[in-house]
C-alpha cells in the first residue's frame, strides 16, 4: 500500500486469481425466461473487498437450504486456497454471508425470508485444521460492500441510517463553520452531493427518506449561502435559466442515478448487459404485458412486487413522464388473430387490490396469453384453466417463475376475471374468438402437442425429443408412419382427441390456419430500403442517385480509385438535419441525400453525426442489395465538424466500450458510426473545413471542400414534414433511448432529468407571482435568461436574489424582526421595496454610466433603431414613471411591445426579455452588410442584460453604502443605531421574562445606554444574554406567571 504500482500489481495478481477460482467454483448462473441470454457470475471484487454467489438456476423448484448452503460452502473454501496459495489470508472476523430464499403467502405473494438458517457455513480459514463459522447475516442486515450498504431484500430502511448519519455529519459541520458564500457552495457541490449519492445507483430509499435529508441540510446551508430558510422551495431547487439555485432534490439524484446506472448496464456489452437482460425479462414475465414496462410507464403494475430495483425505475420515469424505449424487450407477442396479454386484460377490468391475486395464478398456471389458455380452435377457455389446474399436455417454453399454488381467495378473482371474458358467468366460451394464428413453428412461445401441417397433410405429436408423424384423412388420424427431429414450415397447433378409438382432430384447420409471410426479393432499391429497420429508413427516405442507375453507381465505385463522401448537418435553433454527397476522385458526383437529424435540442455534433453515419448507411446498402464486395472499393469520408471526426476515429481504436463512455453525448450516433465502418476496407475519417466558399470562389476550391458546400445545402434544404424533430428512433446496438415529454434525451442525461423535474415548480411560481399566463411564460427568452445568470456566477447570489424579489431591502427584512426598518436609508421613503430600490431620487449616479454603456454596445453590434428606441424608453417607464413605448410609434415592434408590457417593463431589469428582441434584431442585422459572425440577436440581448445588472449592482454598493455607513465613523454610527434598536426590543420584554432572569437587564434603558456607549460593547450584551431573554420570555408565557414579583422584593432579608 501507497507505492504508485500497488493498482497495476493488484490487477495483475487478482487476475489470475480471479480467473483460477472460476475454473473450479460453482459461481451462480441466470438465465432469461426464453434461454437466449445467460449471465455467470463468479466473483466481483475490488482489492481486497469481494463478493461470491452461487445458486441453482435452472432448478423447477427451489431446494432445501442445505442445498445451496453446500455450493456456497465450496466455494468460500475454494477461494480462502486460492489466497493462501498466493501469500494472502482471508480475516475470518470480515467474512460474512446472506442466504436468500422465499416464502409464500397464501395469496400467493412471494416474500423473502428474513431468518438466519440453523446449519451456518464453516471452512477451514488458512492453515486451521477445525472449521471456523462463517457470520450468517440475516437478509434485513446490510452488508458493506465498497462504501454501500445493502441487503438481499432490498428494503430502504437498512440503507438509509448509515447515509442518515452521514447527513447528521455534514448538517454538524456547515453549522458550525465560518463559510463564506463561495465556500459553502463550494461544499455542497464537491463535499456533500457526492458523499450522499455515491451510493443511490443501487439503493432504493424511499422519496420521504430523501426528503428528510435534504430537509436538514438545507436548513444548515441556506444561511451560509446568504439566503433565508423561508425562501421558496421552487426558487431553492429551481434551474439556474429560470433564476433557481439549483439545490439537488435527493429524490430526483437518487432516481437519475439509477436510471443511468441502468442504461450504462444496458448499453455495455458483457456481463452488465448480459444481467440487466436477465432482469429486464423476468420483470417482463412477472407483468404479462404487451409493452415493455419501460415503454408503458403510466399503467400501475403492483404485480411487479418483490422486485424493487427496475420497478422503482419505472416509478421515476412515470413521475417524470417519461419512457425508456429499450432495444430488447422480451415482451412475448400476440400468438394470433384476437390475442390478448391475460394482465392487460385484467388491468382494464379488474380492481387493482386483485391484480396481484390474479397475477399469481396466472403464474403458478405458466400463462401469459389468452391463446395460452384456450382450445386451439380459440374460441373457449379449457376447463382445468376455471379449475386452477396445470394443462396436462401443453408447457411453456423456456424458464416460468416458481410459483406456489395461490389459496382460495386468489382462484376466486381468477375465476371472476375469467368470465369477464366468456359470454356468460357459467360459461367457459369466449366473447370474442380469436382467429388465425400469426405465428408458426418455432415463433411460438408455447410447447403445444401436435401440429398440423397443411400442405403434406401430416400431424405432428410432440414427444421428448423428436415427434411422431400421422398422415391425415378428413379429421382422422392413421397409425405413426415417420419419426421427424423437427417441424416442417407452416405447422399450426391443433386439437386432437385420442380417447376415441380412432384419433380424431377437433380444430377446423382452416379456420386456424396461419397465412405464412412470403418475404421475396426486392424489386428496386427503394422497395429493399421499405424492408430495413425503421430508423435506417428514416435515414435513406430521401436519397438520389446522380447516375442512371444503382449499377452504374455499383461502376463508378468500382472503377475508381477512391470514393470521396462528404457530410454536414446543421441544427438552427435545435431543429437538425444533414445532408451527404458522394462523388469520385475526379468529380463524377454519384448519390446525395438528406434527411433529419432528431433529438431533444439537436447540436451541431449530432447532426453532422446524422450526416456521416446516413451515408454509411446508404453506401452499405447499396453494396448489399447489388451483392457487391464492398471491401473492394477505397472510401475516404469527410465532416467539417472536427470534434465529431476526432471522437469516431478515438473510438474506432477501442476494443470495447467502457460503461461510462455509453452516456457521452450522442454516443448512439457515434457507436453506429464505428460500426458501420468496420464493413469497409480501411476508411479513412477526415476532417474538410467548412464554409471555404465564403473567402474563396466555389470553382477554385479542392474537391473536398467543393463537395461540403453542397452537401451543406442539402442540409439546409430538408424540411420537416409530419415529424417531430424532437423524438428520435432506437438505432441498433444503442440498447436504449430515454424520451421525456420535450424530446428524445441524448445527452447530459442527469441535467436533463434535474431540469425536467425542477422546471415546473419554479415555473408555476414565477406565474402566480407575476400573476402572467403559460403563454406569456413562454414568450420570455428563457434561454438568454439563464446564459445571462451563468456570465455572473460570482454575482449570482445578487443576481437571483433581484429577479426573485429576495433582496434584503426593508419591505423584507422588517417582516422578520421589528428592530429592522423597512423605511429607504438614501431618501427615507418608508417602504423599500424592489421596484424603489431602482427608482430611489436620492441614487441616480448609476444612471448616466448605464445609459452611455449601453449605447455604445447598440453601436458596436448595429442595434436596430427601433429596438434602441423601445428600450430606452422602457427604462424611462421604470427609472421615471414615463409612459411606456406606444405601439403606434412602432407598428413594425407591435408583438414586441405587447407582449413586454404585459410581461412588465420592470422585468427588463431581471433579464427577462421577450423572445421577439432577439428575433428582431437576428431580422435587421440580416440587411446589414459590414456585421460580424458574433453578431447575433442572442449575443445582443445578452450584452443589454449583463449592462442593466453590472449598474444594478452599482446600485446596490451605493445603497449599502447608505444604509450601513461608507467610512469608519459612519459604520460605527449605524450599528450603534441597530444595536440600540435591538436593545430596545429586549428591554420591552422585561416583564415578561421569568423573575429570576430579570438580573441581566439595567434598572432602566436610559442607565444601560449611559454605562456601554460604544457598539461592540452593546453587542456583546446582545450576543451573552439574547438567548436567555427569548427563552425566559417562552418559558414564562408556557408557565403563565408573567408579571409575578420575586418574593424578596417584599421583604427585608
Same mark, same amino acid.
Given at each position: 500500500?501507497?507505492?504508485?504500482?500497488?493498482?497495476?500489481?493488484?490487477?495483475?495478481?487478482?487476475?489470475?486469481?480471479?480467473?483460477?477460482?472460476?475454473?473450479?467454483?460453482?459461481?451462480?448462473?441466470?438465465?432469461?425466461?426464453?434461454?437466449?441470454?445467460?449471465?455467470?457470475?463468479?466473483?466481483?471484487?475490488?482489492?481486497?473487498?469481494?463478493?461470491?454467489?452461487?445458486?441453482?438456476?435452472?432448478?423447477?423448484?427451489?431446494?432445501?437450504?442445505?442445498?445451496?448452503?453446500?455450493?456456497?460452502?465450496?466455494?468460500?473454501?475454494?477461494?480462502?486456497?486460492?489466497?493462501?496459495?498466493?501469500?494472502? $489470508?482471508?480475516?475470518?472476523?470480515?467474512?460474512?454471508?446472506?442466504?436468500?430464499?422465499?416464502?409464500?403467502?397464501?395469496?400467493?405473494?412471494?416474500?423473502?425470508?428474513?431468518?438466519?438458517?440453523?446449519?451456518?457455513?464453516?471452512?477451514?480459514?488458512?492453515?486451521?485444521?477445525?472449521?471456523?463459522?462463517?457470520?450468517?447475516?440475516?437478509?434485513?442486515?446490510?452488508?458493506?460492500?465498497?462504501?454501500?450498504?445493502?441487503?438481499?431484500?432490498?428494503?430502504?430502511?437498512?440503507?438509509?441510517?448509515?447515509?442518515?448519519?452521514?447527513?447528521?455529519?455534514?448538517?454538524? *459541520?456547515?453549522?458550525?463553520?465560518?463559510? !463564506?458564500?463561495?465556500?459553502?457552495?463550494?461544499?455542497?457541490?464537491?463535499?456533500?452531493?457526492?458523499?450522499?449519492?455515491?451510493?443511490?445507483?443501487?439503493?432504493?430509499?424511499?422519496?420521504?427518506?430523501?426528503?428528510?435529508?435534504? +430537509?436538514?441540510?438545507?436548513?444548515?446551508?441556506?444561511?451560509?449561502?446568504?439566503?433565508?430558510?423561508? !425562501?421558496?422551495?421552487?426558487?431553492?431547487?429551481?434551474?439556474?435559466?429560470?433564476?433557481?439555485?439549483?439545490?439537488?432534490?435527493?429524490?430526483?439524484?437518487?432516481?437519475?442515478?439509477?436510471?443511468?446506472?441502468?442504461?450504462?448496464?444496458?448499453?455495455?456489452?458483457?456481463?452488465?448487459?448480459?444481467?440487466?437482460? +436477465?432482469?429486464?425479462?423476468?420483470?417482463?414475465?412477472?407483468?404479462?404485458?404487451?409493452?415493455?414496462?419501460? $415503454?408503458?410507464?403510466?399503467?400501475?403494475? #403492483?404485480?411487479?412486487?418483490?422486485?424493487?430495483?427496475?420497478?422503482?425505475?419505472?416509478?421515476?420515469?412515470?413521475?417524470?413522464? %417519461?419512457?425508456?424505449?429499450?432495444?430488447?424487450?422480451?415482451?412475448?407477442?400476440?400468438?394470433?388473430?384476437?390475442?390478448?396479454?391475460?394482465?392487460?386484460?385484467?388491468? $382494464?377490468?379488474?380492481?387493482?387490490?386483485?391484480?396481484?391475486?390474479?397475477?399469481?395464478?396466472?403464474?403458478?398456471?405458466?400463462?401469459?396469453?389468452?391463446?395460452?389458455?384456450?382450445?386451439? =380452435?380459440?374460441?373457449?377457455?379449457?376447463?382445468?384453466?376455471?379449475?386452477?389446474?396445470?394443462?396436462?399436455?401443453?408447457?411453456?417454453?423456456?424458464?416460468?417463475?416458481?410459483?406456489?399454488?395461490?389459496?382460495?381467495?386468489?382462484?376466486?378473482? @381468477?375465476?371472476?376475471?375469467?368470465?369477464?371474458?366468456?359470454?356468460?358467468?357459467?360459461?367457459?366460451?369466449?366473447?370474442?374468438?380469436?382467429?388465425?394464428?400469426?405465428?408458426?413453428?418455432?415463433?411460438?412461445?408455447?410447447?403445444?402437442?401436435?401440429?398440423?401441417?397443411?400442405?403434406? &397433410?401430416?400431424?405432428?405429436?410432440?414427444?421428448?425429443?423428436?415427434?411422431?408423424?400421422?398422415?391425415?384423412?378428413?379429421?382422422?388420424?392413421?397409425?405413426?408412419?415417420?419419426?421427424?427431429?423437427?417441424?416442417?414450415?407452416?405447422?399450426?397447433?391443433?386439437?386432437?382427441?385420442?380417447?376415441?378409438?380412432?384419433?380424431?382432430?377437433?380444430?377446423?384447420?382452416?379456420?386456424?390456419?396461419?397465412?405464412?409471410?412470403?418475404?421475396?426479393?426486392?424489386?428496386?432499391?427503394?422497395?429493399?430500403?421499405? =424492408?430495413?429497420?425503421?430508423?435506417?429508413?428514416?435515414?435513406?427516405?430521401?436519397?438520389?442517385?446522380?447516375?442512371?442507375?444503382?449499377?452504374?453507381?455499383?461502376?463508378?465505385?468500382?472503377?475508381?480509385?477512391?470514393?470521396?463522401?462528404?457530410?454536414?448537418?446543421?441544427?438552427?435553433?435545435?431543429?437538425?438535419?444533414?445532408?451527404?454527397?458522394?462523388?469520385?476522385?475526379?468529380?463524377?458526383?454519384?448519390?446525395?441525400?438528406?434527411?433529419?437529424?432528431?433529438?431533444?435540442?439537436?447540436?451541431?455534433?449530432?447532426?453532422?453525426?446524422?450526416?456521416?453515419?446516413?451515408?454509411?448507411?446508404?453506401?452499405?446498402?447499396?453494396?448489399?442489395?447489388?451483392?457487391?464486395?464492398?471491401?473492394? %472499393?477505397?472510401?475516404?469520408?469527410?465532416?467539417?465538424?472536427?470534434?465529431?471526426?476526432?471522437?469516431?476515429?478515438?473510438?474506432?481504436?477501442?476494443?470495447?466500450?467502457?460503461?461510462?463512455?455509453?452516456?457521452?453525448?450522442?454516443?448512439?450516433?457515434? &457507436?453506429?458510426?464505428? !460500426?458501420?465502418?468496420?464493413?469497409?476496407?480501411? #476508411? +479513412?475519417?477526415?476532417?474538410?473545413?467548412?464554409?471555404?466558399?465564403?473567402?474563396?470562389?466555389?470553382?477554385?476550391?479542392?474537391?473536398?471542400?467543393?463537395?461540403?458546400?453542397?452537401?451543406?445545402?442539402?442540409?439546409?434544404?430538408?424540411?420537416?414534414?409530419?415529424?417531430?424533430?424532437?423524438?428520435?428512433?432506437?438505432?441498433?446496438?444503442?440498447?436504449?433511448?430515454?424520451?421525456?415529454?420535450?424530446?428524445? +434525451?441524448?445527452?447530459?442525461?442527469?441535467?436533463?432529468?434535474?431540469?425536467?423535474?425542477?422546471? &415546473?415548480?419554479?415555473?408555476?411560481?414565477?406565474?402566480?407571482?407575476? =400573476? @402572467?399566463?403559460?403563454?406569456?411564460?413562454?414568450?420570455?427568452?428563457?434561454?438568454?435568461?439563464?446564459?445571462?445568470?451563468?456570465?455572473?456566477?460570482?454575482?449570482?447570489?445578487?443576481?437571483?436574489?433581484?429577479?426573485?424579489?429576495?433582496?434584503?431591502?426593508?419591505?423584507?427584512?422588517?417582516?422578520?424582526?421589528?428592530?429592522?426598518?423597512?423605511?429607504?436609508?438614501?431618501?427615507?421613503?418608508?417602504?423599500?421595496?424592489?421596484?424603489?430600490?431602482?427608482?430611489?431620487?436620492?441614487?441616480?449616479?448609476?444612471?448616466?454610466?448605464?445609459?452611455?454603456?449601453?449605447?455604445?454596445?447598440?453601436?458596436?453590434?448595429?442595434?436596430?433603431?427601433?429596438?434602441?428606441?423601445?428600450?430606452?424608453?422602457?427604462?424611462?417607464?421604470?427609472?421615471?414613471?414615463?409612459?411606456?413605448?406606444?405601439?403606434?410609434?412602432?407598428?413594425?415592434?407591435?408583438?414586441?411591445?405587447?407582449?413586454?408590457?404585459?410581461?412588465?417593463?420592470?422585468?427588463?431589469?431581471?433579464?427577462?426579455?421577450?423572445?421577439?428582441?432577439?428575433?428582431?434584431?437576428?431580422?435587421?442585422?440580416?440587411?446589414? #452588410?459590414?456585421?460580424?459572425?458574433?453578431?447575433?440577436?442572442?449575443?445582443?440581448?445578452?450584452?443589454?442584460?449583463?449592462?442593466?445588472?453590472?449598474?444594478?449592482?452599482?446600485?446596490?454598493?451605493?445603497?449599502?453604502?447608505?444604509?450601513?455607513?461608507?467610512?469608519?465613523?459612519?459604520?460605527?454610527?449605524?450599528?450603534?443605531?441597530? $444595536?440600540?434598536?435591538?436593545?430596545?426590543?429586549?428591554?420591552?420584554?422585561?416583564?415578561? *421574562?421569568?423573575?429570576?432572569?430579570?438580573?441581566?437587564?439595567?434598572?432602566?434603558?436610559?442607565?444601560?445606554?449611559?454605562?456601554?456607549?460604544?457598539?461592540?460593547?452593546?453587542?456583546?450584551?446582545?450576543? !451573552?444574554?439574547?438567548?436567555?431573554?427569548?427563552?425566559?420570555?417562552?418559558?414564562?408565557? &408556557?408557565?403563565?406567571?408573567?408579571?409575578?414579583?420575586?418574593?424578596?422584593?417584599?421583604?427585608?432579608?
Amino acid at each position: 500500500q501507497g507505492a504508485g504500482n500497488s493498482p497495476a500489481i493488484w490487477c495483475v495478481i487478482s487476475s489470475i486469481l480471479f480467473d483460477a477460482y472460476e475454473e473450479h467454483a460453482n459461481g451462480a448462473t441466470f438465465y432469461s425466461p426464453d434461454l437466449t441470454v445467460c449471465a455467470k457470475v463468479y466473483m466481483i471484487g475490488f482489492v481486497d473487498d469481494t463478493s461470491g454467489s452461487t445458486n441453482d438456476f435452472l432448478q423447477p423448484e427451489q431446494q432445501h437450504p442445505s442445498h445451496y448452503e453446500n455450493l456456497a460452502k465450496e466455494d468460500a473454501q475454494h477461494w480462502n486456497d486460492i489466497l493462501q496459495l498466493s501469500g494472502g $489470508a482471508l480475516e475470518d472476523t470480515k467474512c460474512s454471508y446472506h442466504h436468500l430464499s422465499y416464502q409464500f403467502t397464501t395469496d400467493g405473494y412471494a416474500v423473502a425470508k428474513g431468518g438466519v438458517s440453523s446449519t451456518p457455513i464453516a471452512i477451514q480459514f488458512n492453515e486451521s485444521t477445525t472449521d471456523v463459522e462463517l457470520k450468517h447475516l440475516p437478509n434485513t442486515t446490510p452488508h458493506k460492500t465498497l462504501g454501500t450498504y445493502k441487503s438481499p431484500v432490498g428494503g430502504a430502511n437498512p440503507s438509509y441510517q448509515p447515509i442518515a448519519q452521514k447527513n447528521a455529519f455534514h448538517c454538524k *459541520v456547515v453549522s458550525r463553520s465560518p463559510l !463564506t458564500h463561495q465556500d459553502a457552495w463550494a461544499y455542497y457541490h464537491a463535499i456533500y452531493i457526492p458523499s450522499i449519492t455515491y451510493p443511490f445507483p443501487s439503493l432504493t430509499l424511499k422519496d420521504k427518506q430523501c426528503e428528510e435529508l435534504q +430537509v436538514s441540510i438545507k436548513k444548515a446551508l441556506l444561511p451560509k449561502f446568504g439566503w433565508s430558510r423561508g !425562501t421558496p422551495n421552487a426558487v431553492i431547487y429551481g434551474t439556474a435559466k429560470h433564476g433557481g439555485l439549483e439545490f439537488r432534490q435527493l429524490a430526483v439524484e437518487k432516481g437519475a442515478a439509477q436510471l443511468t446506472s441502468f442504461m450504462k448496464c444496458l448499453r455495455s456489452p458483457g456481463l452488465a448487459q448480459d444481467l440487466a437482460h +436477465v432482469a429486464v425479462s423476468w420483470a417482463q414475465l412477472l407483468a404479462g404485458t404487451k409493452a415493455s414496462i419501460f $415503454a408503458d410507464t403510466s399503467t400501475p403494475l #403492483p404485480h411487479l412486487e418483490p422486485m424493487v430495483w427496475l420497478p422503482a425505475i419505472r416509478d421515476f420515469l412515470s413521475a417524470n413522464k %417519461c419512457t425508456l424505449e429499450l432495444e430488447r424487450t422480451f415482451a412475448i407477442p400476440k400468438q394470433r388473430e384476437g390475442d390478448a396479454h391475460l394482465m392487460d386484460e385484467a388491468l $382494464a377490468r379488474m380492481p387493482l387490490k386483485k391484480i396481484k391475486q390474479i397475477n399469481a395464478c396466472r403464474l403458478y398456471l405458466g400463462v401469459t396469453l389468452l391463446s395460452d389458455i384456450c382450445n386451439c =380452435q380459440g374460441n373457449l377457455i379449457e376447463d382445468c384453466i376455471f379449475k386452477g389446474h396445470r394443462r396436462p399436455v401443453h408447457k411453456h417454453k423456456g424458464l416460468i417463475p416458481y410459483q406456489a399454488n395461490p389459496g382460495r381467495q386468489s382462484w376466486r378473482a @381468477w375465476r371472476v376475471f375469467l368470465h369477464k371474458l366468456t359470454t356468460t358467468t357459467k360459461s367457459s366460451i369466449l366473447r370474442q374468438p380469436m382467429g388465425k394464428w400469426v405465428v408458426t413453428d418455432s415463433d411460438f412461445h408455447y410447447d403445444w402437442r401436435t401440429y398440423l401441417h397443411m400442405p403434406s &397433410q401430416k400431424l405432428f405429436l410432440k414427444r421428448p425429443a423428436d415427434f411422431e408423424v400421422f398422415s391425415v384423412t378428413g379429421y382422422t388420424l392413421s397409425q405413426p408412419s415417420t419419426i421427424a427431429p423437427s417441424l416442417p414450415r407452416g405447422c399450426f397447433p391443433v386439437d386432437v382427441d385420442f380417447a376415441r378409438g380412432t384419433p380424431t382432430i377437433l380444430t377446423r384447420p382452416r379456420s386456424v390456419q396461419p397465412t405464412i409471410p412470403n418475404t421475396p426479393h426486392a424489386t428496386s432499391f427503394n422497395e429493399y430500403v421499405s =424492408q430495413l429497420p425503421k430508423w435506417e429508413q428514416e435515414l435513406l427516405t430521401r436519397h438520389t442517385f446522380r447516375t442512371d442507375t444503382i449499377w452504374q453507381f455499383l461502376h463508378f465505385c468500382q472503377t475508381a480509385e477512391t470514393i470521396l463522401g462528404v457530410s454536414d448537418g446543421s441544427a438552427p435553433n435545435f431543429t437538425g438535419a444533414f445532408g451527404w454527397i458522394l462523388s469520385t476522385d475526379t468529380g463524377q458526383r454519384l448519390a446525395q441525400g438528406n434527411g433529419p437529424a432528431t433529438g431533444f435540442k439537436t447540436s451541431s455534433f449530432r447532426a453532422e453525426g446524422y450526416g456521416l453515419l446516413g451515408m454509411l448507411v446508404f453506401v452499405k446498402h447499396a453494396f448489399r442489395y447489388t451483392m457487391s464486395d464492398i471491401r473492394a %472499393c477505397k472510401f475516404r469520408f469527410f465532416a467539417d465538424n472536427k470534434s465529431m471526426i476526432d471522437t469516431a476515429n478515438e473510438m474506432r481504436q477501442w476494443e470495447y466500450y467502457y460503461p461510462n463512455s455509453t452516456l457521452d453525448p450522442d454516443w448512439d450516433i457515434l &457507436q453506429a458510426i464505428v !460500426t458501420h465502418l468496420k464493413d469497409f476496407h480501411r #476508411p +479513412v475519417l477526415a476532417h474538410v473545413k467548412g464554409h471555404q466558399d465564403n473567402a474563396s470562389e466555389y470553382s477554385t476550391l479542392p474537391l473536398p471542400a467543393q463537395l461540403n458546400i453542397d452537401a451543406d445545402k442539402l442540409a439546409g434544404s430538408y424540411l420537416y414534414e409530419d415529424r417531430d424533430p424532437t423524438r428520435s428512433l432506437l438505432i441498433t446496438n444503442s440498447g436504449a433511448t430515454l424520451h421525456t415529454p420535450s424530446g428524445s +434525451v441524448h445527452s447530459h442525461y442527469i441535467r436533463r432529468i434535474r431540469d425536467l423535474n425542477n422546471h &415546473q415548480a419554479l415555473r408555476t411560481h414565477l406565474i402566480t407571482k407575476n =400573476q @402572467w399566463t403559460d403563454q406569456l411564460f413562454d414568450s420570455i427568452d428563457w434561454e438568454i435568461h439563464g446564459r445571462c445568470i451563468r456570465k455572473n456566477f460570482s454575482q449570482r447570489n445578487f443576481v437571483c436574489k433581484l429577479i426573485h424579489d429576495r433582496l434584503p431591502l426593508g419591505h423584507l427584512v422588517s417582516k422578520y424582526s421589528p428592530v429592522y426598518q423597512s423605511k429607504c436609508p438614501s431618501c427615507n421613503h418608508p417602504d423599500e421595496d424592489t421596484l424603489h430600490f431602482i427608482q430611489c431620487p436620492e441614487r441616480t449616479e448609476w444612471h448616466n454610466p448605464m445609459y452611455a454603456d449601453l449605447a455604445k454596445h447598440h453601436r458596436e453590434n448595429h442595434t436596430h433603431p427601433a429596438l434602441e428606441a423601445i428600450l430606452l424608453r422602457g427604462i424611462y417607464t421604470v427609472l421615471y414613471g414615463h409612459n411606456p413605448p406606444n405601439v403606434d410609434d412602432f407598428p413594425s415592434c407591435r408583438d414586441l411591445i405587447e407582449h413586454q408590457h404585459m410581461i412588465g417593463w420592470k422585468h427588463i431589469f431581471c433579464g427577462r426579455f421577450v423572445s421577439e428582441w432577439r428575433t428582431l434584431q437576428d431580422a435587421h442585422l440580416q440587411t446589414v #452588410p459590414e456585421k460580424e459572425k458574433h453578431h447575433k440577436g442572442s449575443t445582443w440581448v445578452t450584452g443589454i442584460t449583463q449592462i442593466l445588472w453590472e449598474h444594478m449592482r452599482k446600485n446596490w454598493n451605493s445603497r449599502n453604502e447608505a444604509r450601513h455607513g461608507h467610512d469608519s465613523a459612519a459604520k460605527e454610527a449605524k450599528l450603534l443605531e441597530q $444595536a440600540k434598536r435591538e436593545i430596545e426590543l429586549l428591554y420591552s420584554y422585561k416583564n415578561q *421574562v421569568r423573575p429570576v432572569d430579570q438580573h441581566p437587564f439595567y434598572p432602566t434603558l436610559d442607565e444601560h445606554f449611559a454605562q456601554e456607549t460604544t457598539s461592540s460593547k452593546l453587542r456583546q450584551w446582545i450576543n !451573552t444574554w439574547q438567548g436567555l431573554i427569548l427563552h425566559s420570555k417562552k418559558q414564562a408565557a &408556557q408557565q403563565q406567571i408573567t408579571g409575578t414579583a420575586q418574593l424578596t422584593r417584599f421583604f427585608n432579608f
